[in-house]
Nanobody, 128 residues
Framework: VQLQASGGGLVQPGGSLRLSCTAS?????????????MGWYRQPPGKPRELVAT???????NYADSVKDQFTISRDNAKHTVTLQMNSLRPEDTARYYC??????????????????WGQGTLVTVSS
């Protein structure tokens, strides 16, 4: 099972970016049974990783105070995808953004078990 994030890049202050992350089954015969909470975290240069936003399987969203009314998180349960729409970006939003999913996976040889999965990170740079 892996999470693949995309959508990062360089944007000017005041601009927008949309990050997407999709959870997919591995090629080793593993399958996703269900996904509970999904979310986005970020790690600014020289700082620890911090919560940006999370969303439950019923689409109840929670945001860090610093991004409320600026970012919107959403998900598509059928596609195992979580999206982060980022508007009015500021230089302090510069960070590597990581997606996260709390999921249950299984295989022919393994009964369902939980996994706290992380994507590889996508870099967002806000600069003029």
């Amino acid at each position: 099972v892996q999470l693949q994030a995309s959508g990062g890049g360089l944007v000017q202050p005041g601009g927008s970016l949309r990050l997407s992350c999709t959870a997919s089954a591995g090629t080793d015969g593993t399958y996703i049974l269900s996904i509970n909470d999904m979310g986005w975290y970020r790690q600014p240069p020289g700082k620890p990783r911090e919560l940006v936003a999370t969303i439950t399987s019923s689409s109840n969203a929670n945001y860090a105070d610093s991004v409320k009314d600026q970012f919107t998180i959403s998900r598509d349960n059928a596609k195992h995808t979580v999206t982060l729409q980022m508007n009015s970006l500021r230089p302090e939003d510069t960070a590597r953004y990581y997606c996260n999913a709390a999921l249950l996976w299984y295989s022919i040889s393994h009964s369902p078990r939980p996994l706290d999965a992380w994507g590889q990170g996508t870099l967002v740079t806000v600069s003029s």
